[in-house]
């Protein structure tokens, strides 16, 4: 997956992404929000496995990856580079 | 002899220049002619309507545009799509969405629906309740100052619509166009007017409900309908912009079969001051 950067707004405990390049946009829920914004800390992957069941934390990753809003790195995630409006 | 008019019509800051055969140039320019457009600077259109009045053409500053074809008896109607299209284009500050708009309590509004989600049969309603017009068919919105600015062209009311609102508000009829009735209404508001609330339309079953909506999903639902996110050098703006009058506004969602019958509904959510709860009313 090409890295892709995003424009990004917080509405609530919302998040909303732009993919200006396709004009697509990605909403995340107080859930993947959360696991969004621990693929983005250090010790993220510790932290994903206290966020809540193995298997529904797996299933927001391999969405979050498809909107290209993480991707894989060493063993762990990254976010892709994001721009808050 | 039916000899071409030409018709300047002026819009505030936007001129629209129609010319063509007396039986529709006339009604476009009447159509056109209750619009005003302010906080932007349009470039001119030129329409031009041919003899036979089955194309048109447009032309923005002189460089054609779009030309269409024009079917018989709804020539009007597809005219005034063309320049209602032609207006969206060209905006560059402020922002547009295909809903319908009301004022209620001092507050705007938003009603986001498609063809036929039932927009205008619901304004007409809310209207004959003592709402004040803002819009039919194109909310516009200044993102910067978080208002809905009047865009206050005529109602297009099919018979289908009068029958779901039941009756018309007080008004005029400005022209007919086959079916449909372009109407006027009275109290039609004068300046912008704080954006409070955005109502998503959808069909629903048997219970009518209005529920509360996320902003985020409200700004979703906004870029997955008619609106400046279909421009492309206007998508960040359109991102930003709703996304900034979305964050003092609140949302819903009203499933019912005719939106219309549920003006009460959202008069009532109008008049509350804090958020709503789920309000619910029998089948209709």
Known sequence: MPDRSFAAIALDDEVVLLDPEHGRLVLLDAWARRIWQACGTDGGSDRLRTLGPRRRVSETLDALREAGAIRRCGSGWSCAPVRWL | ?284
């Open chain 2, 1 to 284: 002899m039916n000899a071409a008019q030409t018709i300047d019509v002026l819009l505030g800051t936007w001129i629209v220049r129609v010319s063509g055969p007396p039986s529709i140039a006339p009604h476009l320019a009447a159509v056109l002619g209750s619009l005003r457009i302010e906080g932007e600077d349009p470039a001119p259109l030129e329409v031009t309507i041919a003899a036979d009045e089955r194309t048109a053409l447009g032309a923005v500053a002189g460089r054609p545009l779009w030309s269409v074809s024009l079917p018989a008896g709804r020539g009007l109607s597809v005219l005034l799509g063309q320049v209602v299209a032609t207006l969206t284009s060209l905006l560059e500050r402020l922002l547009f969405v295909h809903a319908g708009a009301v004022v209620m309590e001092g507050r705007a509004w938003v009603l986001l629906g498609g063809s036929g989600a039932g927009k205008t049969s619901a304004v007409c309603s809310l209207l004959r309740r003592g709402a004040v017009y803002l819009s039919d068919e194109l909310a516009l919105l200044d993102p910067d100052e978080g208002t809905v600015v009047p865009a206050t062209l005529p109602m297009a009311i099919k018979p289908w619509t009068a029958w779901a609102a039941g009756s018309l508000p007080r008004g005029r009829e400005v022209a007919c166009d086959g079916s449909a009735r372009f109407w006027l209404p009275m109290e039609r508001a004068a300046g912008p007017v704080r954006a409070h609330a955005f109502v998503r339309l959808g069909r629903a079953g048997r219970a009518a409900r209005l529920v509360p909506l996320s902003r985020a999903g409200m700004l979703l639902a906004i870029a997955g309908h008619p609106s400046s996110f279909c421009y492309r050098h206007r998508v960040e703006d359109a991102f930003v912009g709703f996304g900034r009058v979305l964050r003092t506004a609140q949302c819903f969602a009203l499933e019912a079969r005719n939106p219309a019958a549920c003006a009460d509904m959202l008069v009532s959510a109008g008049r509350a001051t804090d958020g709503p709860a789920t309000l619910r009313r029998r089948a209709l």
